[in-house]
T-cell receptor, first 113, second 112 residues
Framework: DGGITQSPKYLFRKEGQNVTLSCEQNLNHDAMYWYRQDPGQGLRLIYYSQIVNDFQKGDIAEGYSVSREKKESFPLTVTSAQKNPTAFYLC????????????FGSGTRLTVV | SQQGEEDPQALSIQEGENATMNCSYKTSINNLQWYRQNSGRGLVHLIL?????REKHSGRLRVTLDTSKKSSSLLITASRAADTASYFC????????????FGEGTQLTVNP
């Protein structure tokens, strides 16, 4: 089945640690996105990529980094510079261009301990 | 700031009733999309309506778009307990690269 897979489902980070969230898709989609969701709120865009080896900052990129070395993969690193990283992180992919919906992964819940 | 704002924030109805959720946005759009999210899960795409369309149907879903008022509504007819979820509108303003901006959602509870 084609889809988008996020791992791990739950992740715990200690203060000062960097952690990397995985996102893999086998839908042959060019565009991939990372969103952050806080309790009871909507989604805010962190980073997005439309082509391999290229990505753009979203609305809340500070304290995060990404890479797009393969079309299928778009990992997100939450760095120690992100002061409030506890949130639900959602990865999505889509066909490039307007007029297409996003396919979302099932999310990673990150908690700082 | 959020491009889309849903209204109401929460809605509780009985099974069999219709549920209507509204979304307002601020700037011109290329298209508007509705998504559903079950608690603790990812979002699922429900329906997309383009800026030159006024109404669209998909099963028990009916979406309207009024670009003059910069608003959209999602109607779920004959609701079921399984429709309980959060519903989000998302706008695509169609500038360089497609990127969606999401509202804060409406939490729908359908009581059996």
């Amino acid at each position: 089945d084609g889809g988008i897979t996020q791992s791990p489902k739950y992740l715990f980070r200690k203060e000062g640690q960097n952690v990397t969230l995985s996102c893999e898709q086998n839908l042959n989609h060019d565009a991939m996105y990372w969103y952050r969701q806080d309790p009871g709120q909507g989604l805010r865009l962190i980073y997005y990529s439309q082509i391999v080896n290229d990505f753009q900052k979203g609305d809340i990129a500070e304290g995060y980094s990404v890479s797009r070395e393969k079309k299928e993969s778009f990992p997100l690193t939450v760095t120690s510079a992100q002061k409030n990283p506890t949130a639900f992180y959602l990865c999505a992919s889509s066909i490039l261009g307007p007029g297409y919906g996003y396919t979302f992964g099932s999310g990673t819940r990150l908690t700082v301990v | 700031s959020q491009q889309g704002e849903e209204d109401p924030q929460a809605l509780s109805i009985q099974e069999g009733e219709n549920a209507t959720m509204n979304c307002s946005y601020k700037t011109s759009i290329n298209n508007l999309q509705w998504y559903r999210q079950n608690s603790g899960r990812g979002l699922v795409h429900l329906i997309l309506i383009r800026s030159n369309e006024r109404e669209k149907h998909s099963g028990r879903l009916r979406v309207t778009l009024d670009t003059s008022k910069k608003s959209s509504s999602l109607l779920i007819t004959a609701s079921r307990a399984a429709d309980t979820a959060s519903y989000f509108c998302a706008t695509d303003i169609g500038t360089s690269g497609s990127r969606l901006t999401f509202g804060e959602g409406t939490q729908l509870t359908v009581n059996p």
